[in-house]
């Protein structure tokens, strides 16, 4: 058990920006001591300043704090129901020019098939998604677009077909696709929202923050939506209070900005 980590949370903050304080404490403290040990460092204070002298340790260490699970159409069922009712719903709304924002989107999975979904919907030349995340090195990835067959295994067959270029034993995605996509840095805890956005989808990524701090982020994307725009969420997630926050439940894991 390595001791000063109030001290070590004030440090990580400085170097990085990533407010530890927001993040579950047990769970995040196991998942940080884990990886100093890994590197044979005895405490949190010689840790520091092996990252900040070693640019490759320093982002292994935020590639670690940030969690990247991902995989493209994560839940078929829910991914089925955004196509046959969200997407139409919302392209009656407010036309085809959809703001779309993919929250947290690791290394590209989701805003990828957020836009071969609303192709089915949308010509594939009027979509732009806007994906953020805060890891550099899985935004790097997200444009280069290679995944492994496991990661698009519950893509529909048309697509798999239509948009992937088997090289080796991974997969590259079509430039067609990537294009529509803008990667960003972002950091949810800390900077400031898009606005007038139809829909966002934020997955699987909230469940590691504190009560507190999932509040604030929920709230937040309620002030991004317009009226009657959509938040979709995890399978591992849930909004008890979402009537507090200003939103109606659509269906499971869809909540709507009244």
């Known amino acids: 058990m390595l001791d ?11 170097l990085t920006s990533i407010d530890l304080n927001c993040y579950k404490e047990k769970q995040m403290k196991r998942r940080i001591d884990t990886l100093i040990t890994k590197n044979k460092i005895d ?6 300043e092996f990252i900040k002298k070693d640019k490759s340790k320093f982002e292994q260490f935020v590639n670690f704090l ?4 991902s995989e493209f159409y994560r839940n078929p069922e829910q991914w089925g129901f955004l ?5 139409p719903q919302l392209v009656q709304r ?3 020019n959809l703001k779309i924002w993919s929250a947290a989107c690791s290394t590209g999975d989701e805003p990828y098939s957020l836009v071969m979904a609303l192709s089915k919907h949308v010509p594939l030349n009027q979509i732009k998604i806007i994906a ?15 995944y492994n067959e496991k990661s ?10 239509k948009y992937f270029k088997q090289i080796g034993t991974s997969y590259q995605i079509s430039d067609e696709i990537k294009k529509r996509v803008e990667f960003k840095e972002h950091n949810l805890l800390k900077d400031p929202y898009p606005s007038g956005c139809h829909l966002i989808v934020c997955r ?6 504190t009560e507190e701090a999932k509040d604030e982020i929920y709230k937040k994307f309620n002030q991004a939506l317009v009226t009657d725009g959509m938040l979709f969420i995890g399978s591992t997630e849930q909004i008890m209070n979402y009537k507090d926050l200003n939103y109606k439940r659509n269906q499971s894991f869809f909540f709507q900005k009244i």
């Open 66 to 69: 940030t969690i990247n699970v």
């Open 152 to 161: 698009i295994a519950s893509v529909p067959e048309e697509f798999k077909k």
């Open 83 to 87: 196509d046959k009712e969200v997407f």
């Open 4 to 14: 000063g980590y109030e001290k070590f949370k004030k440090d990580v903050y400085a």
């Open 94 to 96: 407010f036309g085809k």
């Open 43 to 48: 405490s949190y204070n010689a840790y520091v």
């Open 204 to 209: 699987n990524v909230v469940i590691y923050f």
């Open 132 to 146: 953020t995340d805060i890891d550099k090195q899985v935004l790097d990835k997200a444009r280069m677009g290679l």
